[in-house]
């Protein structure tokens, strides 16, 4: 059973550039979690999503970020018109109930 | 609002040096906590969950163990492959029914040499 799967593994965006994080979650898990770890800082909650549905935003930014699950493919983090306080590292987690599973994470520099 | 805070923030042990790592919580209602372990460059691997006072669980050099404001990470004669930050997070119970939110602390760096 493969684990989680997150691309790219890296990325850098210039300031003002899109930037996309894709997350496969594992095989029978329809829950979907977005953290986000700052240099010296823990893991922070960013949204929780089920297929199609956004549970719970509210760590996520008012501006600029989005997320979805759609009901084919896997989850998507977006962030718009990113700033160089936006590099850090982005982990997404399945779960199918309590237990959440993460993966490898993409690792987000901004020029 | 959930907290969970994690000491020491680093430990340097000698393999075979026993010792614990400490996570105290405050959650409005505890659904479970977990502990997790990070190596360098890679995501959080999944350890333990408990989910009530007494509960202890272990796992080869590892057992955690629960009480109703902390937890212990208990690591018997370590050995350098040990090496990495563990984590505690709490789960609080959610009224919507659906699993939530995992709150994280800073972590414990451990390093343990020959």
């Known amino acids: 059973n493969a684990g989680v799967m997150q691309n790219p593994r890296h990325l850098v965006r210039r300031r003002g550039q899109e930037a996309r994080l894709r997350c496969s979650p594992m095989?029978?898990?329809?829950?979907v979690y977005w953290y986000r770890q700052l240099p010296e800082e823990g893991l922070k909650f960013m949204v929780y999503?089920?297929?199609?549905?956004?549970?719970?935003e509210s760590g996520m930014p008012k501006e600029r970020f989005s997320a979805e699950f759609p009901k084919e493919g896997p989850s998507i983090l977006r962030i718009q018109q990113v700033v160089r306080g936006d590099s850090a590292a982005y982990f997404c987690?399945?779960?199918?109930?309590?237990?959440?599973?993460f993966g490898p994470g993409t690792r987000l520099l901004v020029l | 609002e959930d907290q969970v805070t994690q000491s020491p923030e680093a430990l340097r042990l000698q393999e075979g040096e026993s010792s614990s790592l400490n996570c105290s919580y405050t959650?409005?209602?505890?659904?479970?906590l977990f502990w997790y372990r990070q190596d360098p460059g890679k995501g959080p691997e999944f350890l333990f969950t408990?989910?009530?006072a007494g509960e202890e669980k272990e796992k080869e050099r590892l057992k955690a163990t629960l009480t109703k404001k902390e937890s212990f990470l208990h690591i018997t004669a370590p050995k350098p492959e040990d090496s990495a930050t563990y984590l505690c997070?709490?789960?609080?119970?959610?009224?919507?029914?659906?699993?939530?939110?995992?709150?994280f602390g800073t972590g414990t760096r451990l390093q343990v040499t020959l």
């Open positions: 987690a399945s779960s199918p109930t309590g237990t959440q599973y």
């Open positions: 095989k029978g898990h329809s829950h």
């Open positions: 999503l089920q297929k199609e549905n956004i549970i719970d």
């Open positions: 959650v409005s209602g505890l659904r479970g």
């Open positions: 408990l989910y009530s």
């Open positions: 997070a709490v789960q609080a119970v959610a009224n919507t029914g659906t699993a939530s939110k995992l709150t």
